[in-house]
């Protein structure tokens, strides 16, 4: 389950890096704005996942998570960036240590909505990654929106492009 589990963080690192390349090709104007009116911008949709995958940490270390980053936190990419590099830094340091026991022991946290909840530490890995991978589609949306080309960002290309490496380095 751990081998499974380093590979969908190499691939989470790999598909957001890959979109926060598209991103940087925005205004300023346009990170911010709504491509489409009741639509979230792209910088509240990068903020939210950025935030979320934080809250995951820190819930899996045991802290209270009370609220989400904001706009106001976080105004540009690259204050997102660095959320997501701290983010990332931390499950690539979490990962390693987990043991059986640890990815099936219970995990039990408040949402920010103050619902109470358990699941396996092995679910909510599995659902970091997941949950990333939806908003990435809804960001390439806006970003299509917004005339900017999308990498793809799939899990297959990703596994196709490490197959092709380990290929070449033979």
């Not at 660095?82 to 979490?94: G, N, Q, S, V």
């Not at 939806?134 to 596994?159: E, M, N």
Request: aromatic share 10%; charged share 20%; net charge negative.
């Amino acid at each position: 389950m751990q081998d499974d589990l380093f590979a969908l963080f190499e691939f989470n690192r790999w598909a957001t890096a890959l979109l926060i390349n598209a991103v940087r090709q925005l205004s300023p104007e346009q990170y911010g704005q709504e491509p489409v009116p009741g639509w979230s911008s792209v910088r509240d949709t990068m903020i939210h996942v950025a935030g979320a995958t934080d809250i995951w940490f820190r819930r899996l270390h045991g802290e209270p998570v009370t609220s989400r980053p904001t706009s106001q936190e976080l105004p540009t990419l690259d204050d997102a960036v660095r959320l997501f590099d701290k983010a990332h830094d931390a499950f690539d340091r979490l990962l390693p240590t987990l043991t059986p026991e640890r990815l099936t022991a219970i995990l039990a946290y408040r949402n920010l909505a103050g619902n109470d909840f358990q699941l396996p530490v092995w679910a909510v890995l599995r659902h970091v990654v997941n949950h990333a991978t939806y908003h990435r589609g809804q960001i390439a949306s806006k970003l299509k929106r917004l005339g900017v080309d999308c990498p793809d960002t799939d899990f297959a290309f990703w596994a196709n492009e490490k197959t092709q490496a380990i290929g070449t380095s033979r």
